[in-house]
């Protein structure tokens, strides 16, 4: 068995071609998808600013093999989030990922005396 790990991925884009029933149905929302929406999932987190509605980010927790790496991960979110903004029916272009290996990240702690 090969070994997982977990990342966490930032698929960000922009809202492109949207009919205005998900314009309305975006705004009508917004207040569900700002700041305080943003938390890492296997689902994913949709989170945008309603003016100008211009671009979001979802936010994904994905595991894999480690031997895949990132790139993969990337893949894997962005898959994910087209698939779930085509159920939404919102349109969008240009997905790019930003990954985050938590199993190899370095997490400098402060010594005791610096708290």
Do not use: C
Request: charged share 30%; aromatic share 8%; no cysteine.
């Amino acid at each position: 068995m090969s070994e997982q790990h977990t990342y966490r991925v930032i698929v960000r884009g922009t809202w492109e071609g949207l009919t205005e029933h998900a314009r309305a149905r975006l705004l009508a929302e917004a207040a569900e998808h700002g700041m305080a929406s943003m938390r890492f999932s296997e689902e994913g987190s949709l989170s945008y600013e309603p003016v100008p509605l211009k671009h979001f980010s979802m936010r994904y927790v994905v595991v894999s093999d480690a031997a895949d790496g990132e790139e993969m991960a990337g893949a894997i979110a962005e898959d994910r989030a087209e698939t779930a903004l085509r159920e939404f029916g919102y349109g969008f272009a240009g997905l790019k990922s930003t990954v985050t290996d938590l199993d190899t990240m370095k997490i400098n702690r402060k010594p005791a005396s610096r708290r």
